[in-house]
Each structure stands twice: as structure tokens, then as C-alpha cells.
């Protein structure tokens, strides 16, 4: 099954058109030229749009540094009701520096690194979007040996440690830790790398789960870490682009409902 992921979206949309979003007001702050951002920040305004929510971005100039970045951070954080520091930000900058001074309440994409684990008050939103495709193609992640490739900050690291909660069996596979093999044992697999491709149906088994949020851009096009052919042995797979990415971004949304349901949002 190659997973729909704008269908499934459209369907989270649908949901919160008749919720009370609109003329809340979401920051984000952007920083640096990559096609890639670009792409993920059009979709977010699109879905601003179509929800009723503002959308109030901020660019960072190049020669920008750290301080300047925490300053924008908080400017948003007295103009909107949530913020996004959309990633990854200018190799000068700090990066840890700069998400710290989001507001957990105010944090649609539980990034702040200075929350505790498991103590955002919402969880990341690629993660609740693997958890979506996994629900709606009848996947219970209890018992089940999943390998996360990547241990990123937006996919990797959440994902494995939502995944890990729900009693799935879980390991990572990245630079410093596990082996391209550990594919062959695994029911279900994660991908957040960023590495374009470098999964092949080989690495695989017949039937594996491959849910691909790699996503990362060669040659002008946007593409997963998983080879597209991987989808002929999966019983479960998520294209690049089309897939877990939008998913996401509604999710995005659906967190900044949870934050109005749960009172935090001023």
C-alpha cells in the first residue's frame, strides 16, 4: 500500500475547518535559501490560509547571530499564538540557543530542547503523523521491532521516543550507532536521515512497514532516503514527496488546536 498522505491530510483539514483556529496567528522564522524549507513553508501558509490562520513570518538576514535569532524568537512569541523556527537554521547560529526560547505553550512542533521528554504539551508532529499512517493502515507499534534511521531533532529522535512509550521495540540506526542490516530484521522502519535514496529494496524484507520522512533535496528535486522500488516489498509505504510530509504539516495544525483546547494559547 503506497500511502496518500495529502488525501489523509485533506482529511485532517477537513476536521479543523469547523474548529475555532481561525484568527489565531502562527510565527515562524526562517532563516538561509534551501528549496526545501521553501517547499515546507508554502504548504504551511497554504494551510494557514485555508484554516483562517495568520501566518506571521520572519526572515533572518544572513549575517544574523544567535541573539538576534532568540530576539525574533521572542518578538513572535508576544505577536502569535505559536511558533515554528523552521529547521535547520543558519550554520552560524545556535541552534539550541534559538529553540530554547520558544514558550512550551506556545510550541506547535514540541521542539523546545529544554522540555523534558515526554513532557511537551504536545507531541512533535512528523511523529503524530507516523503514528496516523500506522493507525489507519491498522498497525498496533506494541511488540513491533522498529528500526529508526536518523536520530534528527524534527523525525528521529521524537519518533523513536513516542514509538518507544507505546511499547514498540526500538533501535537506532544512525552514524555512531547500528549497522544498514538491522533493515533486514525490522517490522517497521522510520526514516529521517536525509540522505537521499540511500535505502535499497535490498536493505529490506518482504512486507516491511517503511514509513519515509527523509525528506532532503538532490538536483532540484525533493526525495526521501528510501529508493522509490522499496515500495514493490513494503506492505506499508510513504512516497517523498506526498507522504509523511504533509501529514505533518496538518498535524502542525491539529497541535495548535490542542494548545487552544488546553488553555495555554494568549
Do not use: I, M, Q
Given at each position: 500500500m503506497i500511502v496518500d498522505g495529502r488525501a489523509i491530510a485533506e482529511e485532517i483539514y477537513q476536521d479543523l475547518s469547523h474548529t475555532a483556529l481561525r484568527g489565531s496567528r502562527l510565527g515562524i522564522l526562517v532563516s538561509g535559501?534551501?528549496?526545501v524549507i521553501e517547499s515546507f513553508v508554502r504548504i504551511k501558509s497554504k494551510a494557514a490560509e485555508r484554516l483562517g490562520v495568520e501566518m506571521i513570518r520572519v526572515d533572518l538576514p544572513d549575517n544574523a547571530g544567535t541573539l538576534d535569532a532568540v530576539s525574533a524568537v521572542e518578538g513572535l512569541s508576544h505577536a502569535a499564538n505559536a511558533i515554528i523556527v523552521q529547521l535547520p537554521l543558519l550554520n552560524a547560529l545556535d541552534t539550541d540557543a534559538v529553540l530554547a526560547a520558544i514558550p512550551d505553550e506556545k510550541d506547535v512542533d514540541a521542539i523546545n530542547p529544554r522540555v523534558g521528554e515526554g513532557a511537551h504539551t504536545v507531541e512533535a508532529p512528523v511523529a503524530l503523523a507516523v503514528l496516523e499512517v500506522l493507525r489507519r493502515a491498522g498497525i498496533e507499534?506494541?511488540?513491533k521491532r522498529t528500526v529508526v534511521v536518523g536520530a534528527g531533532r524534527l523525525v528521529g529522535a521524537p519518533t523513536a521516543a513516542l514509538l518507544k512509550r507505546l511499547?514498540?521495540?526500538v533501535s537506532m540506526f544512525t552514524l555512531e550507532e547500528g549497522r544498514i542490516?538491522?533493515?533486514k530484521s525490522a517490522d517497521i522502519i522510520i526514516c529521517g536521515a536525509g540522505k537521499p535514496g540511500f535505502i535499497r529494496p535490498e536493505h529490506i524484507n518482504e512486507g516491511v512497514v517503511l514509513i519515509d520522512?527523509?525528506?532532503?533535496?538532490q538536483g532540484g528535486v525533493v526525495r526521501g532516503d528510501a529508493d522509490p522500488a522499496?515500495?514493490?516489498k513494503a506492505s506499508v509505504f510513504t512516497p517523498?514527496?506526498?507522504g509523511v510530509g504533509p501529514i505533518a504539516v496538518a498535524m502542525i495544525f491539529k497541535n495548535l488546536l490542542d494548545l487552544a483546547?488546553?488553555?495555554v494559547l494568549t
Open positions: 535559501k534551501n528549496e507499534p506494541r511488540g511499547g514498540a521495540d542490516e538491522d533493515l520522512a527523509g525528506a532532503s533535496e522499496c515500495a514493490e517523498v514527496p506526498g483546547d488546553t488553555g
